[in-house]
Antibody
Framework: QLQLQESGPGLVKPSETLSLTCTVS??????????WGWIRQPPGKGLEWVGS???????YYNPSLKSRATISVDTSKNQFSLNLNSVTAADTAVYYC????????????????WGQGTLVTVSS | EIVLTQSPGTLSLSPGEGATLSCRAS???????LAWYQQKPGQAPRLLIY???TRATGIPDRFSGSGSGTDFTLTISRLEPEDFAVYYC?????????FGGGTKVEIK
């Protein structure tokens, strides 16, 4: 059974960098059949796709983040990570990692397995 | 980007009743590239439907998806107590991937 688990600080100061890691178990992050992604959800609000990564390191981001996001992968540890710099209170959210099933192109993709999510609060 | 508008915002129904949830796109979405998720309080979303009408693994057949172009529908034929939740649609036809604002199905 595939499982994803987010980890990282729950509190980040404004202007600093938010760093989260997703550990995948029960399956290989090096599978050619999937991407891996981050989605966030501000408290009481809807879902926003942050970005996706392939095991080879190819990355794709939501332009709304204005190039503040960086996603990386460590196949030896079966993990992928999110760094979001210059955070503000607007980045306060539950951050989910997920497996991304895709078809004809990386963006032709939906999220079929999700981690439980981790709340990150941006506050001084 | 494609904006997805879900309606109604809240649906108040009783167990055993049917539910019809709407997802309207700001531009045409290929019928293959629309998904639906269910989210319960304090939990991660769960994939229900992909390809507009294909149920994900383990999803009961009381859930069905339909639609094309700009109008898509999620139908729950007979609400079970565990179906009261928030439902989101997601398009994956054009980048960036976008979600609708959600429809809450609550117990009347």
């Amino acid at each position: 059974q595939l499982q994803l688990q987010e980890s990282g600080p729950g509190l980040v100061k404004p202007s600093e960098t938010l760093s989260l890691t997703c550990t995948v178990s029960g399956g290989s992050i090096s599978s050619s059949s999937y991407y891996w992604g981050w989605i966030r959800q501000p408290p009481g609000k809807g879902l926003e796709w942050v970005g996706s990564i392939y095991y080879s390191g190819s990355t794709y981001y939501n332009p709304s983040l204005k190039s503040r996001a960086t996603i990386s992968v460590d196949t030896s540890k079966n993990q992928f990570s999110l760094n979001l710099n210059s955070v503000t209170a607007a980045d306060t959210a539950v951050y989910y990692c997920a497996r991304v099933a895709y078809s004809s192109g990386w963006f032709r993709s939906y999220f079929d397995y999700w981690g439980q999510g981790t709340l990150v609060t941006v506050s001084s | 980007e494609i904006v997805l508008t879900q309606s109604p915002g809240t649906l108040s129904l009783s167990p055993g009743e049917g539910a019809t949830l709407s997802c309207r796109a700001s531009q045409s979405v290929s019928s293959t590239y629309l998904a639906w998720y269910q989210q319960k309080p304090g939990q991660a979303p769960r994939l229900l439907i992909y390809g507009a009408s294909t149920r994900a693994t383990g999803i009961p057949d009381r859930f069905s998806g339909s639609g094309s172009g700009t109008d898509f529908t999620l139908t729950i034929s007979r609400l079970e107590p565990e179906d009261f939740a928030v439902y989101y649609c997601q398009q994956y036809d054009i980048s960036p991937l976008t979600f609708g604002g959600g429809t809450k199905v609550e117990i009347k």
